[in-house]
């Protein structure tokens, strides 16, 4: 597994130490998984949901939701109205 | 009268009588957590404000009253007002401004809320050790891990921090804890309690549930918390039966499935005879006790191990430093999100968001996610099958009694085996309680696991209550 590259794709910083760490260990958990290659699944249905759930439908009615203030309090930096975040396109 | 150590339904026959008030048991179990919080260190914030902590909101009316009972609340469930981290770094600070389902039902029960317990980060782990906080420590032994990823709520109960407490469930989450502190952890079938202000980790696989110092409480509990909600979808509207209604009744002419594949190597020789002697109890009530075979059960740890990281990494993207939590400032966005990211989530994160994060990416989906998806699907439906002959199953709930602590932490796949017992009740969505069975030569707790059909805890309860009223394990407590 190419650690580094798949950190990235998940936004995730690695050092060259934690690299090696987690490519070894990661290497051993993928041979492990390996087995699975012994169940014959020809024909099996992927299991994504173990609940045989329909659509979950609802009135469209409006309903309070939480207030600005409130959800603004845990933003690590905001403005009045908006949370602030580094710049994103370059000016 | 040490009121700490009494369950919830002693405690509300008592206060029914007029023999005690709620205050007076409030205060005894905050005594008791001065007395031993230190040494056990089960809770990752306590709420010593009566505000919140004592909740008299809407209630009063209800049927379902808890009348003041103290109960401990994992750190991932959303509680407001109360700081609510996972156990996490990246999620210092963050206050939720609502209550998570399970919350608002436990305040109309009249609950007095304690406090957020410990856990493994995010719930990735089997020991507590991978908390931002430190380690819990089990009650019976202070060295050793509580289990996990639960592993302060069932240290709370265990320890009398807590009469009652709410875990969460995704490979064995509220079980194997429960086993290891000798406690009674419940995780219900998936859907049966609200996930809504449960922090997800794998949305397919978690599950909210109860740890109880007895079957009966963990009936009362379900009680308070079990049923259908407009805030989450995936929860079932399927009818909740009055959970203590089923606890008598006996289990004469039960069937019981004992599974070949779940005694095998690698299961401590103490906890197996614990187990057998309980299912030789349980024989002895007149259940009948049939040996099975579950042979996808080897498969279950890779399977889980696939699914629950894809699902964690998906879920894990929206702590970016933006709306809640930690920043870490940097240049431009995508930098602060790297930064914020590799400072805020501990090892065994950052390991399962990458494990995830590959077996989701092109080239390697259908080897691994999808090749997972489908194992799934032939372990569910062998349990299905099972289920057609037998009534329950029943199982060691861990291979081993709790281990030292740092004893596996530096081996993630030993880590990840010590969840091989726990793991297909979640793949394939079935209610499993871990019940006190025994105790180890030295001193530990042992759990056995009962296993049911989906929305079958009636028969959980009826089995689990049959074997507490003629055994003794759960009375004993670990001195501290």
Not at chain 2, 84 to 99: A, K, N, Q, V
Request: aromatic share 8%; charged share 25%.
């Amino acid at each position: 597994m190419d650690v580094k590259y798949t950190a990235e794709l998940a936004k995730i910083r690695l050092n060259k130490e934690q690299v090696d760490k987690l490519g070894s260990e990661l290497n051993d958990i993928l041979s492990f998984f390996k087995n699975l290659k012994e169940v014959d699944t020809k024909g099996v249905e992927p299991l994504s949901h173990v609940l045989a759930l329909k659509n979950v439908f609802r009135d469209d009615i409006v309903k309070p939701s939480l207030k600005k203030a409130d959800v603004l309090k845990n933003a690590p930096q905001k403005d009045t109205h908006y949370i602030k975040v580094p710049r994103v396109i370059k000016g | 009268m040490k009121l700490y150590e009494l369950s919830a339904a002693r405690l509300i026959s008592l206060l029914e009588a007029g023999e005690i008030k709620a205050s007076e048991i409030q205060e005894s179990v905050q005594k008791r957590i001065d007395e031993v919080e230190d040494r056990v260190h089960a809770y990752a914030t306590l709420d010593r404000n009566t505000e919140t902590g004592s909740s008299k909101s809407a209630g009063g009316e209800s049927v379902l009253d808890l009348k003041g009972i103290p109960v401990a609340v994992k750190d991932n469930i959303c509680t407001k007002g109360v700081p609510t981290t996972c156990s996490s770094r990246i999620l210092e600070g963050f206050i939720p401004p609502y209550d998570a389902a399970v919350i608002n039902r436990l305040k109309k029960a009249n609950a007095f809320l304690l406090g957020k317990t410990n856990m493994d980060e995010f719930a990735f782990g089997s020991s507590c050790e991978t908390s931002c906080y430190g380690p819990t420590h089990n009650p019976w032994d202070l060295s050793r891990i509580p289990g996990g990823s639960s592993g302060g709520s069932a240290a709370a109960v265990a320890s009398g921090e807590a009469i009652l407490a709410l875990g969460s469930d995704t490979g064995g989450s509220i079980r194997q804890p429960a086993a290891m502190c000798g406690v009674v952890g419940l995780k219900p079938t998936y859907g049966r309690v609200s996930r809504y202000g449960l922090i997800a980790f794998a949305s397919s696989l978690d599950q909210i549930g109860t740890i109880t110092k007895t079957v009966e409480d963990s009936a009362l509990l379900m009680n308070v918390i079990a049923g259908g909600d407009e805030n989450d979808s995936t929860c079932s509207n399927e009818d909740v039966p009055d959970f203590t209604k089923s606890l008598e009744g006996g289990i004469k002419d039960l069937i019981i499935g004992v599974p070949d594949e779940y005694f095998v190597e690698g299961l401590d020789k103490e906890v197996e005879e614990a187990v057998n002697e309980a299912i030789k109890l349980l024989s002895g009530l007149g259940a009948k006790v049939e040996r099975i075979s579950l042979p996808h059960t080897k498969y279950a740890v890779s399977t889980y191990y696939l699914i629950a990281p894809a699902e964690a990494s998906s879920n894990l993207a929206r702590f970016d430093g933006v709306q809640y939590g930690l920043r870490r400032d940097a240049e431009g966005i995508t930098d602060m999100y790297k930064v914020t990211r590799s400072s805020g989530f501990g090892e065994e994160a950052i390991r399962r968001i990458i494990l995830g994060t590959y077996s989701l990416s092109s080239g390697y989906y259908e080897d691994y996610y999808l090749k997972a998806q489908k194992v799934r699907a032939v372990i569910a439906g062998e349990f299905k099958e099972a289920f057609k002959k037998v009534d329950c199953l029943i199982t060691p709930t861990s291979p081993t009694t709790a281990f030292k602590i740092g004893e596996r932490i530096e081996d993630p796949l030993k880590m990840y085996l010590s969840d091989v017992f726990t793991i297909p009740a979640n793949l394939a969505g079935l209610p499993a309680m871990s019940v006190p069975c025994g105790f180890c030569g030295n001193n530990l707790p042992v759990g056995m696991q009962i296993l049911a059909k989906p929305f079958g805890e009636k028969t959980i309860f009826k089995t689990a209550y049959a074997y507490q009223e003629n055994s003794q394990w759960h009375k004993r407590k670990p001195s501290l």
